[in-house]
């Protein structure tokens, strides 16, 4: 089972629609949850990060944690086509190493 | 405010030859570092991570090391490249237990 799974997509919406990105993992220790997003051929910058369960919005931006579920998700409201990239999900592991995981990243598409 | 530089942005290396990557950290102190390696088409691949002069914990030893001289200093080293080393190299820094990572612009290797 690998730590961090996201699907690689791509996901398709069309301008205006939510996007809606799913992330789960293994380590049922973690604590702390962070978005990124990856245009192609540059590094990843961090949109989110989200450390108890329920919701978090910033903007256009809504991140969503379910530990009991080991669950963790992106929203993007009236997405643009600025926002077709790739979103990647880390969680930083537990036992205090700071290790820090991501998923494989899950390709966005916004259809103008 | 923290940055972050890594360099060189790109390289091309013939197999077998060596490799020295740098990355620095300004305006932080303590920081956990941490070297990653993202192949074409994939996700980000973790090699090792510090969260001090000297504590070096690794992911995928490989033909690859890393050595942190001074508290915001990370370097990445191969004695013998190999073709499978080609990939987009990220430093990240982050501070704290729960913060997030902050990225490089990275460094593109080809081995050839």
């Known amino acids: 089972q690998k730590e961090v799974e996201q699907n690689s997509g791509p996901l398709s919406v069309p301008e205006g629609a939510i996007a809606s990105l799913n992330c789960t993992y293994s380590?049922?220790?973690?604590?702390?949850f962070f978005w990124y997003r990856q245009y192609s051929g540059k590094s990843p910058e961090l949109i989110m990060f989200i450390y108890s369960n329920g919701d978090k919005e910033d903007g256009r931006f809504t991140a969503q944690l379910n530990k009991a579920s080991q669950y963790v998700s992106l929203l993007i409201r009236d997405s643009q086509p600025s926002d077709s990239a790739t979103y990647l999900c880390a969680v930083k592991n537990s036992g205090g190493y700071q290790k820090v995981t991501f998923g494989i990243g899950t390709k966005l598409q916004v259809i103008p | 405010s923290q940055t972050i530089h890594q360099w060189p942005a790109t390289l091309v290396q013939p197999v077998g030859s060596p490799l020295s990557l740098e990355c620095t950290v300004e305006g932080t102190s303590n920081p956990n570092l941490y070297w990653y390696r993202q192949a074409a088409g994939r996700g980000l691949q973790l090699l090792f991570y510090s969260v001090g002069i000297g504590q070096i914990s690794s992911e995928v030893p490989q033909n690859l090391s890393a050595s942190r001289p001074q508290d915001r200093q990370f370097i990445l080293s191969s004695k013998k490249l190999l073709l499978s080393d080609s990939g987009f190299y990220l430093c990240?820094?982050?501070?704290?237990?729960?913060?997030?990572?902050?990225f490089g612009n990275g460094t593109r290797l080809t081995v050839t």
């Open positions: 990240a820094w982050s501070v704290g237990i729960d913060s997030p990572l902050h």
């Open positions: 380590d049922r220790g973690s604590q702390s």
